[in-house]
């Protein structure tokens, strides 16, 4: 009884364990280049993720304002490049569809948002990319948003080799560049929120291969414009 007491006692007065987290997920569709550097064009799947709230163990990450840090998942996916379809790529190894995954971490302002992002490849190649970008942000009403601003992405010599490197044999020049920054370029999004749980969102983009990935014989194109369309899904979950 003196035991059972003060243990008794100890957990009336300490709070029970509680989590909050919200999030949300997009799909959609987006038009780009069939490759990197192509001047042919293809529409495949893209998404988004972010986390907008979290408390967790005393971390604490609050959006609901839409101000301050922010983070969430980052990934891409790169359709598969077969060679035997680009007589450019004549004697260059293919490359199978890529998933690249990582994070993104974000701070805004009243009507300014910087990020960065890492991600490394888990399909298709091994390397490592990074963006960091800024943008302006306007509202318009209470649920309407639009973001534009620069844009720029680097790579590390494994995603070089895999996607801009040519090797001795092929029906391009042999080629070997090394890693660094590869892209950049410019993106317009514009989001409306339909209500607590949906929204849609619309980007329209450019951008330019630099440096030794611009160099490099296969590609036809430096530069490269892309449309996309998301639908969003956010959750808000306690536990």
């Given amino acids: 009884m003196r035991i059972a007491l003060p243990l008794v006692l100890i957990a009336s007065t300490t709070p029970a364990f509680a989590a909050d987290l919200a999030f949300e997920l997009g799909l959609g569709a987006k ?3 069939a490759y990197e550097g192509s001047d042919e064009y293809l529409t495949g799947p893209t998404g988004t993720g972010a986390v907008t709230g979290l ?31 680009y007589d450019r790529l004549e ?3 293919d490359v199978d569809a890529a ?6 971490i974000s701070y805004r302002w009243d009507n300014v948002e910087v990020w960065g992002a890492v991600r490394k490849g888990v399909t298709g190649h091994d390397g490592v990319v990074g963006d960091i970008g800024s943008d302006m942000i306007r ?10 601003g620069p ?14 490197n040519v090797p001795a044999g092929a029906s391009l020049a042999e080629y070997n560049g090394d890693g660094g920054l590869y892209k950049a370029g410019l993106e317009m999004t ?3 929120d339909f209500n607590d749980a949906w929204a849609v969102e619309g980007s329209l983009g450019w951008t330019r291969l630099v440096g030794d990935a ?16 998301m639908a969003i899904r956010k959750f808000d979950w306690s536990w």
């Fill in 91 to 93: 004697g260059i190894d």
């Fill in 99 to 104: 998933l690249e995954l990582g994070g993104r």
């Fill in 214 to 229: 611009g160099d490099s014989p296969v590609v036809e194109n430096e530069d490269a414009g892309t449309v996309s369309i």
């Fill in 190 to 192: 514009v989001r409306h």
């Fill in 31 to 33: 038009a780009a280049p």
């Fill in 55 to 85: 408390n967790l163990l005393g971390l604490t990450v609050d959006r609901g304002d839409e101000l301050g840090f922010g983070f969430g998942p980052s990934f891409r996916y790169l359709a598969e490049r077969d060679a035997d379809e």
């Fill in 151 to 164: 844009r720029l992405a680097f790579a590390d010599e494994e995603y070089m080799d895999t996607y801009f």
């Fill in 139 to 148: 509202t318009y009403g209470q649920n309407t948003e639009v973001r534009f």
